[in-house]
C-alpha cells in the first residue's frame, strides 16, 4: 500500500492569496497523481490528473507540480469559491489511495 | 447529459446486506472502468472496488470476500452488493468513472450500519 502525508490538514487564507497544498508519497509514483475539490454535502470534483494536467472546466488559477513523491497542488490567487476541502489520489498501484485532505477555510 | 445517480442506501443493522445502484448516462459504463469510492462521516475519501471494462473486479482489503462490485450492460447501471454489513462501513458511497483517476462522480448514496 502507497501511504500518502498530505499537509497542511487546515488552512486559513484570505481571497487573493496564494496557497500552496503538498503531498508526500510514501514511495515513488511517477506522475500518477490526481487532486480534486469537495465542497459539503457534495460530491468530490477533478481538478487536476497526471500531477499537472488541468481537468477541462477548471480555473487556470489552479495548478500542479511534481512527481516522483513529492507534489504540490498551488491556487494562484483564492477565490470565495474555492473555500473547499482538497485530496490527493495517487493511481500508481493497487489500492488506490487518498491523502487525508487539506481544508481551506477562509481566515 | 453524462451523469451517475446512486440510489439503495439507508439504515441496516450490523451483519445485515445492501446492494447500491449507480444508473449511468450519457455513456456506456461496459465500456469504462467505474469504482465505488466511499467517505465516512467527517472523514477522508477511501477507494472501495473497481471493476474493468472486460469485467476483472478488485477490492480495498477492508471489504473482500463481504462486498461485490456488478454491473448489467442492458441497464447501464453499477451495482455494489454489499454482505456481513459492519458499523465501520457505515459512510456515503461515491460511483466514480475510473480511468484510474475519478473524473465522473455520483452525487452519493449514505448507509447507515447500526443497530
Known amino acids: 500500500v502507497i501511504w500518502m502525508t498530505q499537509s497542511p490538514s487546515l488552512l486559513s487564507a484570505s481571497t487573493g492569496d496564494r496557497v500552496t497544498i503538498s503531498c508526500r508519497m510514501s514511495q515513488g509514483i511517477s506522475s500518477y497523481l490526481a487532486w480534486y475539490q469537495q465542497k459539503p454535502g457534495k460530491a468530490p470534483e477533478l481538478l487536476i490528473y497526471a500531477a499537472s494536467t488541468l481537468q477541462s472546466g477548471v480555473p487556470s488559477r489552479f495548478s500542479g507540480s511534481g512527481s516522483g513523491t513529492d507534489f504540490t497542488l498551488t491556487i494562484s490567487c483564492l477565490q470565495s469559491e474555492d473555500f473547499a476541502t482538497y485530496y490527493c489520489?495517487?493511481?500508481?498501484?493497487?489500492?488506490?489511495?487518498f491523502g487525508q485532505g487539506t481544508k481551506v477555510e477562509i481566515k | 447529459e453524462v451523469q451517475l445517480v446512486e440510489s439503495g442506501g439507508g439504515l441496516v443493522q450490523p451483519g445485515g446486506s445492501l446492494r447500491l445502484s449507480c444508473a449511468a448516462s450519457g455513456f456506456t459504463v461496459s465500456s469504462n472502468y467505474m469504482s465505488w469510492v466511499r467517505q465516512a462521516p467527517g472523514k477522508g475519501l477511501e477507494w472501495v472496488s473497481v471493476?474493468?471494462?472486460?469485467?476483472?473486479?478488485y477490492y480495498a482489503d477492508s471489504v473482500k470476500g463481504r462486498f461485490t462490485i456488478s454491473r448489467d450492460n442492458s441497464k447501464n447501471t453499477l451495482y455494489l452488493q454489499m454482505n456481513s454489513l459492519r458499523a465501520e462501513d457505515t459512510a456515503v458511497y461515491y460511483c466514480?468513472?475510473?480511468?484510474?483517476?475519478?473524473?465522473?462522480w455520483g452525487r452519493g448514496t449514505l448507509v447507515t450500519v447500526s443497530s
Open positions: 471493476i474493468y471494462s472486460g469485467g476483472s473486479t
Open positions: 466514480a468513472r475510473d480511468g484510474d483517476y475519478f473524473d465522473l
Open positions: 489520489q495517487q493511481y500508481y498501484s493497487f489500492p488506490w489511495t
